[in-house]
């Protein structure tokens, strides 16, 4: 790569570092999950594939469905409903099974969302086609802007203010209010806090909410993106996966940075050796998981 | 004499029939089996459109061939050579299947081809594209019907080098069938002297093309060609248009269904060229054809499943003509014709199993042109198959007699 | 001979009768049955009897199939069969040993993320290589002589030769699992500080128990592919690895006969699902969510339990 110039160099980690937004989005997510339902959510791809879809139905087809052809869903609306019946939907799969599961191995629950994956993605499958849907961003975010040494679309700017701007409230959410404070306590002794008269069980599955909701609101800022089909969660799941074991399982911050840093480390294989942006992944999580055993940012209980 | 001429040409019409003639249909019926992707990324493609596609070529037939029925089935490979190979031989061994017709990926077709020679069955390919089935694992019983990565390379890229767009950059999925279309693309590159800047192979699936696109603007290539397929392809255009990609500098996807640029929408494709081997608003046949199809799927064809209904129908009129099913002389009889219907035109069966014939360069229409849905191409030329597809390749051992 | 054996023998004779009524039991069926029961019993060996989750078994699988078929395509007249397997089977083995040395160091979820990470490189090296076919895989792979005699080619004669693999495996895999080494795999499933604290030195039995694990997913890996004459990308993919949990699951974790029995399923499956159309993902999914809510103990493990208690 010592022969591209620097515009290119410096072009290339911003787009690295675009893609590190909804790693991170994703992630954090994920983490949050694991953290305090100590399930690994292997449905997180099809909540962020559905959120687009939902975003996607509610511009051309909501309308039509209700017999109000005006009717219309909008960007910016869907960026608040879109994630809020994700993490409906998300509530009630918590409530019905997840909770049956919560004193098993692992496994159990990585089989179990695997499966809800499965059956999600086969339902959108059958209802829409593979072939997918285009979506435009909002009027406003159309085209792009020179940024100096490169051309960057407006909307990829807006998602990487939005995107960071969402993970740093969660952060800040989660280790400087009360209400973390509270989540914190839970994951490490529930009986203790059910005894402050805190309802536990709700205080999981709202967590389960919430974490499935940034999954959510990172597939409606991804639907203008990507082409919305039904497996385009399912092959990002990898790589958010990997994310999150290396920033360490359960650690939010982590999940922040890590993701970024994938972002980055993916961006930069993509002009060295492209072939191999999807491994390189891999090979750095296996790397940090015998250097450092419980990941980057997480502490060996 | 007269007597001695007859009897001559009986004994050389058995010869061309071989010991089949006696057999006539085996097991009293005729069954195509449709082996495709039914549940995964090529589905809408080929899918359940191209088991239509073959029903309507039993239909068209009257259901019957030398007064036995003809039944199809279908199944899903989901794109796994292991349950492709696993589905033929069950249809083979127990289901009296005689043809298979179809395979997207070419792996799987790569894995029934073997079996089906080894048990003199035919196979048909349609979405199965790549020039490797015409190599050194060629096959007399294996027809590859519809296209391959040459004849889609060549139509787009000769007519694109016409305009005197001379440097390439490509944008390849990193499997075999990415590397067919890029080989290929850029072997009629260099013939034409063009030249090819600069690659860059993506894993299959990508999800974010935007790396590769930059690269490919900063190199200044005239032609930004795209050596992927499906989602890749859509994403990698719907990206390139976010980057303001344009003026000077063209996008053109090498291989692109109706059912892509259908989901891409003709804002963001608009202007491209792209070959392929029928568009269903070519002429009067092809539109006649084409609303049967409308009327049972709600979608027009693409040109892997009208591929299908052309495979499907001359299999049963040369096992008419052979008066057998034996994949021989079917083969052999396929051969002697000249295919011409609804979808194929001028089409010639060679030896190693390509069907050479025309094949349309089409253009996006700008979304003001388009006066309904599915009316998407401007028809540029008609490709001859001579001029598009490659010459037999000395490695597939059928091309030495 | 235990009441498992005697069922086993039982087993084997029906199966020896198969060829004979192919309309009954169509024999290919019947020896992809074999092999991904074969590869499920390696992978038991490991979850069920060690308690370690890994995502890895694909490679093994995967490996070994085309390390056999490519030596098989180019030396098929010079060595036999069995030569060709070894060198399936002694790849996987090898395989295993480096990622299972580099992942019993982790515990728990980390252990199969590793398995997982490392898995996925052995993808992409399959992708990569010239002599693995890339994504088109191996294809016409020949069957070969039998130590150079016995030609394997026709279908009654691999028939044959599955079963007698298949056997093979299985009573290793019951052997190691009634020997003292299994029960000392059992003590670390159970409680692994007890076992160190009883003296053992678990990691090196982890590792022990991760190779042969391996080794046996790799006998079964070279078997497929001399069966089906063709290995491809899928066999080494995720996808194959997640399913090997599924069959292991469906049929009874810990169970002897509990992976045959889900192989025999989920091939029985997907056979039947192909023509099914794009309904076939749903229904695998809703198979895993009904199995993880209700019979967790799979179907073996629930009739021992059923039976236990009357």
Known sequence: MFDIPLPAVLAQVTI???????????????????????????????????????????????????????????????????????????????????????????????????GVA???????????????????????????????????????????????????????????????????????????????????????????????????????????????????????LNIIFAVVVIGGLGSISGAMVTGLGLGLIEGITKVVYPEASTVVVFVIMAL?????????????T | ??????????????????????????????????????????????????????????????????????VVVSADHQNKPDIAANLARGWFDQQQVDMI?????????????????????????????????????CSATNAQWTVNTYALAAGTAKALLKDGKKSWYFITADYTFGHSLEKDASQIIA?????????????????????????????????????????????????????????KQTVAPLLAYISDVKSMGLAKAQGMYLTEAFYW?????????????????????????????????????????AGTDEAGAVMARLRQMTIDDAVIRNGRLRADGALVHDMLLLQVKKPAESKRDWDFYNVRAVLSGAEVYPAPNPACPLNKS | MSSTLRLFWLFVAAAILVPFFPQIVYPIFMMKVLCYGLFACAFNLLLGYTGLVSFAHAAFLGSAGYVTGALMIRHADRIGTEVAILAGVATAAAIGAVIGGLAIRRKGIYFAMITLALSQIVYFLAVQFRWTGGEDGLQGIPRGRLFGLVDLTSDNAIYGFTLVVFVAGF??????????????????????????????????????????????????????????????????????????????????????WGPLVGAALVVGLQNYLATLGDMVTIVIGLIFIVCVSFFRLGLVGEFLRLRKSA
């Open chain 1, 16 to 114: 690295g570092l675009i893609n590190g937004c909804f790693y991170a989005m994703l992630s954090m997510g994920l983490a949050i999950i694991f953290g305090l339902l100590n399930i690994i959510n292997f449905t997180h791809g099809a909540q962020f594939m559905m959120a687009a879809f939902i975003t996607w139905i509610g511009l051309n087809q909501l309308g039509p469905w209700l017999g109000f052809p005006e009717l219309q869903l909008g960007f910016w609306a869907s960026l608040v409903v879109a994630p809020l019946i994700v993490a409906a939907v998300g509530m009630g799969l918590e409530r019905l099974l997840l909770r049956r599961l919560a004193h098993l191995d692992h496994l159990y629950g990585l089989l179990l969302t695997f």
């Open chain 1, 118 to 236: 499965l059956v999600t993605e086969g339902a959108f499958r059958h209802g829409f086609g593979v072939s997918g849907q285009g979506y435009d961003p909002p009027e406003m975010l159309q085209g792009p802007i020179d940024i100096g040494f490169m051309m960057l679309p407006r909307y990829r700017l807006f998602v990487v203010v939005a995107s960071l701007a969402i993970c740093l409230a969660t952060i800040w959410l989660f280790e400087r209010t009360r209400l973390g404070a509270y989540l914190r306590a839970g994951t490490e002794n529930p009986r203790l806090l059910q005894a402050f008269g805190i309802n536990v069980p709700v205080m999981i599955t709202l967590a389960y909410g919430f974490g499935v909701g940034l999954a959510g609101l990172a597939g409606v800022l991804a639907a203008p993106i990507m082409q919305i089909t039904p497996l385009m969660g399912g092959n990002l």
């Open chain 1, 288 to 300: 940090a998981l015998l250097l450092r055993p419980a990941g980057l940012f997480g502490r060996e």
């Open chain 2, 1 to 70: 004499m007269k007597l001695d001429i007859l009897g001559a040409a009986a004994i050389a019409a058995m010869a061309v029939a071989g010991t089949a003639q006696a057999q006539g249909i085996s097991d009293d019926v005729v069954k195509v089996g449709v082996l495709t992707d039914l549940s995964g990324i090529y589905s809408d493609l080929a899918g359940q459109g191209s088991v239509v596609a073959a029903q309507l070529a039993a239909e068209e037939m009257g259901g019957k061939v030398l007064g036995k029925p003809v």
């Open chain 2, 101 to 137: 017709a179809d395979f997207p990926t070419s792996s799987t077709a790569l894995a029934v081809m073997e079996i089906a020679r080894q048990k003199n069955r035919v196979t048909m390919l349609s979405s199965g594209v790549a020039t490797a089935v015409l190599a050194e694992k």
């Open chain 2, 191 to 247: 013939e034409n002297g063009g030249e090819v800047k600069g690659v860059s192979r993506h894993p299959f699936p990508g999800t974010d093309f935007s790396s590769f696109i930059l690269k490919a603007q900063g190199s200044g290539a005239d032609v930004i060609a795209l050596a992927n397929a499906g989602a890749d392809t859509v994403n990698a255009i719907k990206q390139a248009s976010e980057y303001g990609v344009g003026g």
């Open chain 2, 281 to 321: 608003d070519y002429d009067d046949r092809s539109r006649a054809w084409s609303a049967k199809f409308f009327e049972k799927t709600k979608k027009m064809p693409t040109a892997a499943q009208a591929g299908v209904y052309s495979a499907t129908l001359s299999y049963l009129k040369a096992i008419e003509a």
């Open chain 3, 171 to 256: 009573l290793l895999v019951h052997r190691i699992i009634h020997s003292p080494f299994g029960q000392i795999l059992r003590a670390i499933r159970d409680n692994e500080p007890r076992a160190i604290s009883l003296g053992y030195d678990t990691d090196r039995f982890k590792l022990l128990a991760f190779v042969l694990s391996a080794a046996v997913a790799g006998l079964a890996g070279a078997l497929k592919a001399l069966v089906f004459q063709l290995v491809s990308l899928n066999d080494v993919s995720l996808h194959t690895s997640t399913e090997v949990v599924l069959m292991t699951l469906l049929g009874g974790l810990g169970t002897i």
